[in-house]
């Protein structure tokens, strides 16, 4: 469930033919990895919930720490998504990992999802029943409390004001995009190691290749590492190739090791100053 955990278990897993995926590796990374996916080498997957979206992969077994029903349904489709295997197994640990309360703070719901697996097991032989999964989900969530409402509301408010009333195309404005993005969990940074690289592919007009050495993170990790400095602000400068006009581009440096193999190293510190910049 956590990027941590996920890390942790793919080092200790012993395997040539073996690939990590989470939600921070940046853009170009996380490519890499989903090809190497549809390839017939690889042979073990280590992922966290990034898995769960739109991913065209199948494998024969899964091993995974308890999460909400639907959450776990999702990750049980990529275990023989072709149907071409019979019944195969998924595995649910009962335990929780002891960060997952970030990630999942509502213990009922895994509870209940815990007792829903229980009355698979005793009542079908642990095989899930599709034509009863509304059935299984209308427990697991007996009704929405008014604190999710609430919160739902309040972020579609926000965004549809944004959408309708103060996003215009191809105009730019550094405050109403901060704003915007508030929305959202996750915040982009860079990590410091690839400092000279953006730098250079900006002084290339490489926009895009740029932005995909991002990383995202949480916004509650995000406040963590900017009250102790691990995250500074800053602006870069660069020229555009058809004007050469000087423009300039702010964005968030994260001072943490980064690995194309195993993504961003939220633990372990990146020594090293950041070149100048112009401000």
């Not at 549809?38 to 042979?43: F, I, L, S, Y």
């Not at 995009?177 to 860079?190: A, C, I």
Request: glycine share 6%.
């Amino acid at each position: 469930n956590t990027v941590g955990k996920s890390q942790k278990v793919y080092n200790q897993l012993k395997s040539p033919h073996k690939v990590l995926l989470h939600g921070r590796f940046n853009d170009e990374d996380r490519f890499e990895k989903e090809k190497q996916l549809k390839g017939k080498d690889t042979k073990l997957l280590v992922g966290t919930q990034a898995i769960e979206v739109s991913l065209d992969i199948d494998f024969d077994v899964i091993y995974t720490e308890p999460a909400p029903f639907d959450a776990l349904i999702q990750r049980f489709g990529r275990v023989n998504r072709k149907r071409e295997k019979g019944i195969c197994d998924c595995f649910v640990f009962r335990e929780r990992n002891d960060k997952d309360e970030y990630i999942y703070p509502n213990e009922d719901v895994i509870t209940r999802t815990l007792e829903i697996l229980d009355t698979i097991i005793r009542e079908n032989e642990g095989i899930v029943n599709e034509m009863q999964l509304q059935q299984m989900i209308d427990y697991v969530y007996p009704n929405w409390n008014e604190k999710d409402k609430e919160e739902y509301s309040q972020v579609l408010e926000l965004l549809e004001h944004f959408v309708y009333d103060e996003l215009t195309p191809l105009k730019h404005d550094p405050k109403q995009e901060d704003d915007f993005y508030k929305q959202f969990d996750g915040v982009k940074v860079l990590p410091i190691a690839y400092l000279k690289l953006y730098q250079e592919r900006l002084d290339r007009n490489e926009f895009i290749k740029a932005d995909n050495l991002l990383v995202s993170i949480n916004k509650r990790r995000f406040c963590a590492l900017n009250n102790d400095g691990g995250v500074y602000k800053k602006t870069i400068c660069f020229e555009s190739g058809k004007t050469n006009k000087l423009h300039d581009k702010s964005l968030r440096i994260i001072k943490r090791k980064y690995s194309k193999e195993l993504g961003l190293l939220i633990d372990e510190e990146e020594k090293g100053d950041p070149e100048d910049g112009c401000l």
